[in-house]
């Protein structure tokens, strides 16, 4: 251990997996916050035991923390099974019985919660556990709802629901310092939000997005394609100035179809504003404006301090730019006809090259935008990602979509001053060239009939249940060989 530093875990929920590394660099970078990992690190698992200097680096990392369950101090950690774990915590408290004092004191009610990873334990089983650890000196009261002093019992049971291990595969124990905030992942969620559209973010990768970004509080941040104004919403959250712009007036003005089941119409007061409103951030609302993103509307002095968006990938939203014509149909306009701008395709790698440039224009030195990239999986190369020669790409995540395509969350952070160089954005235009046809292609191939798909879903059970053991009856059930159909 690093001179008076103390262990830590840090216990995350099983989802989004490729995003908690990303999430925790980005907060440490925020709250400058030093942490070392231990030297058979793996982010894939549910935990990571870490180093930190004290509780209050701890707390302030989980404070913002989308991907953490909790944090709790380390006490005991045995990969050589239960026995040399008790073993293990008996010592640690004998060894540092004074510090530890003021957690067992009389007045202090305590609760302990058994988890565990890969291996479900009735209630009965939670209970033994807690039973075993008898030479624990705790004195004060149960309190299971709010105790004074919380303890964490945890078994690893490996990473593969196939193959269990006899017994678990490490056992920690440790006191509860914090909970991640994944509560506020309810707070905005999408089923209450007021205003919603056809591609609002889901509020867990919203929140990813503001914190991979360092939204502080006073920030500006901006928001190119704001559509319904979800990462508008979780950025305003942690406290920024929000400002957005979409080329499609309709979503803007709260006009579009409405996406919820059973609503035919919106209703009035529907708006960017107003799902701001309900969550307390109306103040923190400069503005979305109607504007196309390829021909800027931007002063050059504007100055952001983070860029976060979700461009159009020509799936589920058209990707258009205005289409400017040099020569007037005269039979078709007149001087007092209302003029309706005729729009064209806004080829993707394009869109990128603006979207880069304007950040490397406009973001503050030390700034960051955060955007999603699509991919198939079949083309992706690290080498085939958008880069400027001002941005300096910090993070690459992955969300998969289907078996055949993806989209990546990129981080890049401004690290030098605007060129206006020609060669500074770089990109490889096959990769990106005809996405929108490439994935429907793709997709029909993926696909195939309905029986082939039937087919396809029915291997695949079969492979499964010869994987656990079971056999095909002659009922044409699959079962263990044990199990017997009920009478």
Request: hydrophobic residues 35%; contains cysteine.
């Amino acid at each position: 251990m690093s001179g008076s530093w103390k262990k830590y875990v840090l216990w995350f929920a099983q989802e989004h997996v490729d995003f908690r590394q990303s999430e925790i660099a980005s907060l440490m970078r925020l709250w400058n916050i030093q942490m070392n990992t231990t030297a058979n690190h793996n982010p894939e698992r549910p935990f990571w035991v870490v180093e930190m200097q004290n509780d209050d680096a701890a707390r302030k990392l989980a404070s913002r923390s989308m991907s953490l369950r909790c944090i709790f101090e380390l006490w005991a950690h045995s990969g050589q099974g239960l026995q040399c774990f008790h073993k293990q915590l008996q010592q640690y408290i004998e060894s540092n019985h004074h510090s530890l004092a003021v957690h067992f004191e009389t007045e202090k009610s305590f609760k302990i919660t058994v988890e565990t990873y890969n291996k479900h334990f009735t209630q009965d089983e939670k209970v033994a556990k807690i039973e075993t650890m008898q030479y624990l000196p705790v004195t004060g009261p149960v309190n299971l709802k709010n105790p004074d002093v919380h303890f964490w019992y945890i078994e690893f049971w490996g990473m593969d629901p196939m193959q269990v291990p006899e017994q678990p595969h490490e056992v920690l124990f440790g006191r509860w310092v914090a909970d991640g905030k994944r509560d506020m992942i309810n707070e905005i969620s999408l089923k209450k939000r007021k205003f919603i559209g056809n591609t609002s973010m889901d509020p867990q990768l919203s929140l990813l997005m503001a914190n991979q970004a360092l939204v502080r509080g006073g920030d500006l941040v901006f928001d190119p394609f704001a559509g319904s104004g979800s990462l508008l919403v979780a950025a305003a959250k942690f406290g920024a100035y929000v400002l957005g712009a979409d080329i499609d007036y309709m979503i803007v003005h709260g006009k579009s179809k409405p996406t919820r089941v059973n609503q035919k119409v919106r209703e009035k007061d529907e708006s960017i504003y107003a799902n701001l409103q309900q969550y307390g951030c109306g103040g923190l609302f400069v503005d979305v404006l109607i504007a196309d993103f390829s021909r800027s509307i931007w002063s050059e002095n504007i100055v952001l301090d983070s860029i976060i968006t979700d461009p159009p990938y020509g799936i589920r939203e058209a990707t258009e730019r205005i289409e400017f014509k040099t020569k007037r149909k005269t039979t078709v306009m007149t001087e007092d006809a209302v003029h309706y701008p005729s729009t064209s395709p806004y080829q993707l790698c394009q869109m990128y090259k603006d979207l880069l440039q304007f950040s490397a224009r406009h973001l503050k030195l030390g700034g960051r935008l955060v955007c999603w990239f699509p991919v198939l999986k079949k083309d992706y190369e690290s080498n085939i990602l958008p880069r400027h020669k001002c941005l300096q790409l910090v993070a690459n995540s992955e969300q998969p979509l289907s078996g055949y395509s993806s989209r990546r969350l990129l981080t890049y952070e401004k690290i030098l001053g605007n060129t206006d160089e020609e060669d500074a954005f770089e990109m490889p235009v096959t990769v990106v060239e005809n996405f929108r046809q490439r994935y429907f292609t793709e997709l029909a191939v993926d696909n195939g009939t309905r029986k082939e798909r039937r087919l396809a879903m029915r291997e695949v059970g079969r492979k499964e249940a010869i994987e656990r053991g079971k056999q095909q009856q002659p009922d044409g059930k699959w079962r263990l060989p044990k199990e017997q159909p009920d009478a």
